[in-house]
């Protein structure tokens, strides 16, 4: 049997309609966070809710709960590079989110994939590591501006973070700005950084998106009185799946700060710790909603479509 050397042309146009209907395919890079606030949840979550498919690459484990971080278990830099590479041989990513990987030669496995596809975008977050050793801190931090920060397109933390990270011997008596980061960013290979948490006056924060040059955009909105956990993950994976859609640089700083602000306000405590932003906002009911169903008579909870579930009442 002679196979044919092309698709009929009506196949190759259904599958081509196929390929534009389908979400973005977004690589993160993170380690895996069980309490749901950080790390690969709240990219996953994230990227599917602003319509991207997420690629998830895990880098370690945190042991955590919503208050703090307890500990970090990394995974070996070979496994972290397969993961990726078996990916990105089957499928387009159209961008590349990277938070914390736990080690130097993580990183340096994350450079060696993002240098060898350097069309892929790479959105980078900073998080806070007061929880982890300060010498871990120091190695970890030195490795990400000797081997990541060359290949960062956008580097995303908070204004704190970064200016200890990045202005460490800072001694004007006026506090640094955003473009001041920026131009230290640049010094190390980035183009942009998107600074967030700024202070600003009555009880309002700042988002800065800039290049050493010029503020490309801000945004202003009002403090809640509530800690989160995983603000700057939502942020960050919200951004890049953007930037994976096709979307300019400034319209989707915008427009993922705007959708993280909607989910701060939405925000739930699951447990005794911090408040987790809820990524999926759009999907809870309406108040009117809400009162419909209150109307309606009570039903078994554990009953699904005619099937009871038993109580856990089985004996050891």
């Given at each position: 049997m002679t196979l044919p050397t092309s698709l009929p042309p009506e196949i190759e146009e259904a599958a081509d309609a196929d390929d534009a209907a389908s979400p973005v395919c977004v690589m993160v890079f993170n380690a895996s966070d069980p309490s749901g606030a950080g790390g690969l949840t709240a990219d996953i979550a994230t990227i599917a809710s602003v319509g991207g498919h997420p690629v998830a690459v895990v880098t370690g484990a945190y042991a955590r709960d919503t208050a703090e971080v307890f500990d970090h278990y990394a995974l070996d830099d070979e496994a972290v590079a397969e993961q990726a590479r078996a990916v990105l041989e089957d499928m387009p990513v159209q961008a590349i989110k990277v938070g914390f990987v736990g080690t130097p030669e993580n990183l340096g496995a994350?450079?060696?994939?993002?240098?060898?596809?350097?069309?892929?975008?790479?959105?980078?977050?900073?998080?806070?590591?007061?929880?982890?050793?300060?010498?871990?801190?120091?190695?970890?931090?030195?490795?990400?501006?000797?081997?990541?920060?060359?290949?960062?397109?956008?580097?995303?933390?908070?204004?704190?973070?970064?200016?200890?990270?990045?202005?460490?011997?800072?001694?004007?008596?006026?506090?640094?700005?955003?473009?001041?980061?920026?131009?230290?960013?640049?010094?190390?290979?980035?183009?942009?950084?998107?600074?967030?948490?700024?202070?600003?006056?009555?009880?309002?924060?700042?988002?800065?998106?800039?290049?050493?040059?010029?503020?490309?955009?801000?945004?202003?909105?009002?403090?809640?009185?509530?800690?989160?956990?995983?603000?700057?993950?939502?942020?960050?994976?919200?951004?890049?799946?953007?930037?994976?859609?096709?979307?300019?640089?400034?319209?989707?700083?915008?427009?993922?700060?705007?959708?993280?602000?909607?989910?701060?306000?939405?925000?739930?405590?699951?447990?005794?710790?911090?408040?987790?932003?809820?990524?999926?906002?759009?999907?809870?009911?309406?108040?009117?909603?809400?009162?419909?169903?209150d109307d309606e008579t009570p039903q078994d909870p554990t009953a699904i479509d005619g099937f009871v579930m038993p109580p856990h009442d089985t004996q050891h």
């Open positions: 994350v450079a060696s994939v993002a240098s060898d596809y350097g069309d892929v975008p790479v959105i980078a977050y900073m998080p806070d590591l007061s929880w982890w050793r300060d010498d871990l801190i120091d190695q970890y931090l030195d490795a990400c501006q000797e081997l990541l920060l060359p290949q960062t397109s956008v580097l995303v933390g908070n204004y704190s973070t970064l200016r200890r990270w990045l202005l460490p011997d800072w001694s004007s008596d006026k506090a640094p700005s955003a473009r001041d980061i920026a131009q230290a960013a640049s010094a190390l290979g980035v183009p942009y950084v998107l600074v967030t948490g700024i202070p600003a006056p009555d009880q309002f924060i700042d988002n800065v998106l800039a290049s050493p040059q010029t503020v490309l955009g801000s945004s202003r909105f009002e403090r809640f009185e509530a800690t989160f956990a995983g603000a700057g993950e939502t942020l960050s994976a919200a951004l890049t799946a953007l930037v994976a859609s096709g979307d300019d640089l400034a319209d989707a700083a915008r427009e993922a700060l705007t959708y993280l602000d909607s989910c701060l306000d939405g925000g739930f405590r699951p447990g005794m710790g911090h408040v987790v932003p809820d990524r999926l906002f759009w999907a809870q009911p309406d108040d009117d909603d809400e009162a419909d169903d």
